[in-house]
């Protein structure tokens, strides 16, 4: 019987970032490693395994079926990897990574995101806070936070654009037609500061159009069953919008918001893979969303 053979464990995790993140490299950047030691490390893994384990798909990699089997043991290998070094208190230093996202996104994105960090990082606490968007970027700035993401009425300095989304009125037209709001016009909103009310405002305002605040929330839940219940109209992207409600007409035009991502200044690794799944789910989605008929 000849030697085990020993897969080399950078490697192997090398290729499993690669292939989460979409890219080495994405995994030389996270791995802090040139990508000259990528390749080499690539090419050690095919090495060892005697057979080819990636093809050229356009102007990256793709696994070969060899590759795929070995994608599959090569997590397997590295969890229990991570949970050896877990259990001899190896991996008891490792800070827990705290995410901030606005309330929009945690119905949307946020569960789908979660599978896929667990996936790469399965023994990573992870910190959330599902807040106010206008604490976001502070947070980060101030340390609190290591990754958020925030709407911006522009991509401020530092911040990484994720998308450009239209913003709009909404409302539920049917209950809005039984009030009696021809004076003025009915808005709900959450409590300032808030970057949606001050469009709403400043859009009105500029239009010479009377409004007036029918309710103010810091809870999106709690401004949806407001809008629900026709309480008034308000300005949001199209983000996680309950079915009873839709676009508003004949208010005055709105401009686009972005969807930036915010880093600290000292990421760790684990905190930027779950950046750049961040900003991969939130792509995804308005992909989608692009495409499904109107």
């Not at 005697?50 to 060899?66: E, N």
């Not at 009425?153 to 450009?164: F, K, L, S």
């Not at 880093?263 to 950046?275: E, G, K």
Request: aromatic share 6%; net charge positive.
């Amino acid at each position: 019987m000849g030697q085990p053979l020993n897969f080399d464990m950078d490697a192997l995790r090398t290729m499993v970032v690669g292939v989460e993140l979409g890219g080495f490299s994405h995994a030389a950047t996270r791995l802090h490693r040139s990508p000259s030691a990528i390749s080499m490390q690539l090419r050690k893994l095919e090495a060892q395994a005697g057979q080819p384990l990636f093809k050229r798909r356009g102007r990256g990699l793709a696994l070969t079926d060899a590759g795929t089997v070995l994608l599959r043991y090569a997590r397997r290998v590295l969890a229990l990897n991570d949970e050896l070094g877990n259990a001899l208190g190896a991996s008891d230093t490792r800070a827990a990574i705290r995410l901030g996202i606005p309330q929009d996104f945690a119905d949307v994105i946020l569960q789908a995101l979660l599978i896929r960090y667990a996936a790469s990082r399965p023994y990573v606490q992870l910190e959330i806070k599902a807040g106010r968007n206008f604490e976001l970027a502070a947070d980060v700035a101030s340390g609190k936070l290591d990754v958020a993401v925030a709407f911006a009425a522009v991509c401020p300095p530092g911040a990484e654009r994720i998308a450009t989304v239209p913003a709009v009125w909404l409302g539920c037209a049917p209950r809005l037609a039984r009030t009696d709001a021809a004076s003025s016009v009915p808005l709900t909103v959450f409590d300032g500061p808030c970057l949606f009310r001050d469009m709403a405002i400043d859009a009105l305002s500029r239009a010479g159009i009377a409004w007036r605040l029918t309710m103010t929330t810091p809870s999106l839940a709690s401004l949806w069953c407001g809008m629900q219940a026709g309480l008034g109209v308000t300005v949001r992207t199209m983000l996680g919008v309950p079915e009873r409600l839709s676009m508003f007409t004949g208010a005055p035009p709105l401009g686009p918001v972005e969807i930036v991502l915010h880093r600290a200044s000292r990421c760790s690794d684990d905190a930027h893979v779950l950046a750049d799944l961040l900003q991969d789910a939130i792509r995804s989605h308005y992909a989608r969303q692009q495409r499904q008929p109107h």
